[in-house]
């Protein structure tokens, strides 16, 4: 009954922000609402650890060993990016005290859908959630108010829930699927991965299509990734680390979660569309890298190509799929650090073209020296985290005998490696003009930075047994 | 009334309804292609009330009843009351493929869709095999007619044709289980007022709803 | 047999003596329902009679093609007659003479041969006119063609005796949608086969707007007579085959005896009326389209046609 609470206090934060009250109560209300979210979850993850499930609600609400990962992921974020909106909020409104307790309140609301994704156990309701995070997201996005920001909105809104109404048809065929295999059993993941084997083949494949469509839309697969780049470097930094870092994951966990329905059909390559798909957006993703001349933007693109890998390195079997659960969680600690970095700098320099930013490291050391290890982290470079994921994943394709899928996968990653290096380094090193923003940073964001840091360097160079068992779990659950 | 009756009205309704979306391809005025919706809303609660009387499914019943309120008062209602302004204008929509063209590639979706489907719906009791091939042409063109639009509000109703496309494939497969459709039904109307503020936003502060026109963020490779 | 020739000759017959008085009873309906004062459903007949009494006036640049369109335009019609079913549901001397492919191939003869005349008058308003009359039907055709793809892929066959039983069977397959994008379709060709809105506007006297009717502007006296009265042929031929063939085969005489042939003449007399009631509010509701407008309308026939056989393809 306890995980009922994960999307209960963010929208009792929620509610407190409505009062018309000091900043303080606001911005107070959601950090610990987080932090108790946080709570829940390690909780959660351990009784998933010992018994392999959580039951809150039968039928309803529930965890298992791969959305309690994805749980996790969320809480963390939600904590980091409660406490970088702490300052980095106030910076951006000045003296509005309406439009920041407004900022808040969008925040705890697309919080609270984000973590009704994983606990929902019923496909119907988490569609509903995921139409949400669109919509509750929506406003964040263009909280700027510019003219780019809106654009930026607006193409979010449209085609994501353009993919949300394309994703619908297919969980409504998947639920007449069920409804004529099994005509009693509850409308959950767990029955439609149960009853699958007995469904018409047709069937199966067309839902298949649909939802890959719909949800890759919203995970920025390659063809319909064009609003990504827009909205993650359109949104203020901490929405942008929660965007790019945990709701496409999140969607992503959706296409993951009907993978045993999908294996179920006879004579369908399902890992195949997944290797083809993955391999699609990392290549585009990578040489779309090369040619950005924002650096919001440029962390933006390799979320689309980390969603990419991720989703190949799925199709690669069940050693990939553990690799790329961890990939999951390890981008998005590093894209939130990223993320944070990114806005320090935007706090400073008070623009996000690359071309103006040189010489960070003179100006703000700190920030010069978080952007260049997020920069290394997403990159894949040792001893972050995201390098020993994208190392398992690539051996676990060679294991499983991809082999010029793997070349290409690692030339694919070592052009992003350089599309990001060379910007960053540009950024980092070298001469220019001083910043014309503020040069002190919020305590919080300097806070937020740092503990975004540990993870992703602890994870590294360690995998907690827990986090290891629920890996495990995980991919054999989803490879089977 | 006969069942066979019900099956032809049914399928009159799915016959009209393929054709408002082939219209609404082929409309270049704003006030049009919302009447166009609203029409094409119409057939759609018609088929679901149809169903309703067929298998004696309330839920059904409260998704047709949903579904006028929402999509012939409530919508139209709304985006009048906040964008009257640009209804009113008697310009053209700026489409970027011209309409004979589109219609060509309309003709490629009902293929598509009915190609899809056959396998499918030829186990599957009569409502589905009306239903599904035309719910699918509708997506797979309103999914077009989105793409080939560049001003907000044909994006907008694009967008809800889909919706209505979608919905008009689902009344008929998901019969057994409208529990959860009448959840998506209500969040119909939370998109709308959703996209109805951003659109005002959007068109107070910059003045224009062309969104097209907004050339601020552009693909990499195109600058 | 003789009595099927002599049905035949009652169903040329029907077509030619109430064609005007349709066509007259569409234009009264249109004006009734715009609030103006109509002229009277006869007012054709009057016409035509004008016309007849008059002498003709060729000019010296025309050749024989000029004289000998209207005489073609006038039996074209009367030909499809013979291979429709007019009045009777069983079929007549001339059935198995021609399908539908052939009635439209007839009916093309007279359009040529109207097109070339006009050219022929050496008037440049007819060249104009001509020019736009083949724009339309060069887009009517394929329709037309699809059309009867669609017929025959649920028929088996395109003879239209043959055709006309199989949508009425039960009322799944009337309703089923490929007969209604059928029926749609069908209305759209006919509408611009016949020049008119939002293709054409027949009551137009602009020349430079006009299409359809620029090709007449050189015939005078009985010529331009014949010419008319074709074009009324043609309107209600092709409403004859949209009714009776292709949507409400019903109220047609089953046996060649003269009460049920007069009885099937006033049903599919009330069925010409209830359809010209259809064009007229159809007509009275849209404006003329723009010329290169016309190819969009043309399109979307198209597609209702295309995915009506997709449709029917399918068995849905």
Known sequence: MILLLVPLLPIAAALITLVPAKPFVARGATLAAAVLSLGIAVWTAQQVGLSGAVTALPHWVGSDSLSVLLLLLQAVLAVTAALYSWGYIAREVGADEARERRYYLDLNLFITSLFLIPILLQPALTWVAVELTTLLSVFLVGFNRSAEGLEAAWKYAILTIMGATVAVLGILLLLYGLHGASPSAPETWAALSGAAPKMSPNLLRLAFVLILVGFGTKVGLFPLHTWLPDAHSQAPSPICALLSGVEVGTVLYVILRLLPVWSAIPHFPVHGWLIAFGLLSVGAAAFLLLQVHDFKRMLAYSTVEHMGIILTAVGFGQAGSYAGLYQLITHGLAKSLAFYAAGAVLLLYRTRAISEVRGLLRASPFSAAMLLAAALAIAGVPPFAVFLSEFSILRSGLVAGYDWIVALLALFIAVAFIGVMMQVGRMVFGEGPAPNGSLRLPGSVVGAISLSLLPVLILGLYTPPLLHRLLTLASLAISR | MQISLLYGLNALAAALFLMTAFLFLASRQTAGSLSLFVRQALLLSASALLQAYALHSLDLLLVAVITVAAKVFLIPWMLRRSLGGTFQSRREVELAVSVPTSLVIAIGASLVAYFVSQPIASQMPSFVAVNLPVGLAGLLISVYALAVRREALPQFLSLLMLDNAAFFAGVAIASTSALWEIIAALEGIIVTIIVALLTRTISERIGTTQVGQLAGLREEGSR | ?316
Request: glycine share 6%.
């Open chain 3, 1 to 316: 047999m003789a009595s099927s020739l002599l049905v035949n000759l009652l169903q040329v017959l029907t077509v030619v003596l109430l064609a005007p008085l349709y066509k007259g009873t569409l234009a009264w309906l249109e004006e009734t329902i715009q609030g103006k004062i109509a002229p009277s459903p006869l007012q054709p007949y009057y016409d035509l009679r004008k016309l007849f009494r008059k002498s003709q006036v060729v000019s010296t640049e025309a050749s024989w093609i000029f004289r000998f369109a209207p005489y073609i335009s006038f039996v074209v019609p009367i030909v499809v007659t013979l291979l429709i079913p007019v009045l009777t549901s069983f079929p007549l001397f001339f059935a198995f003479a021609g399908d539908m492919v052939g009635a439209g191939f007839i009916l093309g003869l007279g359009g040529f041969f109207t097109a070339l005349a006009a050219v022929d008058s050496a008037n440049p308003y007819g060249a104009v006119g001509a020019s736009r009359t083949r724009m339309v039907s060069l887009l009517v055709e394929p329709i037309f063609i699809i059309v009867f793809f669609t017929v025959s892929f649920v028929a088996n066959s395109t003879i239209p005796y043959v055709v006309q039983q199989q949508w009425v069977q039960s009322s799944a397959a009337f309703f089923a949608p490929s007969h209604v994008l059928l029926a749609a379709a069908f209305v759209m060709i006919v509408l611009a086969e016949n020049g008119r809105l939002p293709v054409d506007n027949p009551g137009g006297h602009f020349e430079l707007a006009m299409i359809d009717e620029s090709k007449n502007l050189e015939y005078s006296g009985p010529a331009l007579a014949l010419v008319k009265w074709a074009g009324q042929m043609k309107l209600m031929v092709l409403s004859l085959v949209f009714l009776n063939v292709l949507v409400t085969p019903l109220g047609l005489a089953a046996s060649p005896t003269a009460p049920a042939l007069a009885t099937a003449i006033v049903l599919v007399s009330f069925k010409l009326l209830i359809f010209a009631v259809l064009i007229a509010a159809i007509e009275t509701s849209l404006a003329k389209l723009r010329l290169f407008r016309i190819s969009e309308f043309l399109g979307m026939t198209f597609v209702t046609a295309v995915v009506a056989m997709v449709a029917a393809i399918f068995h849905m």
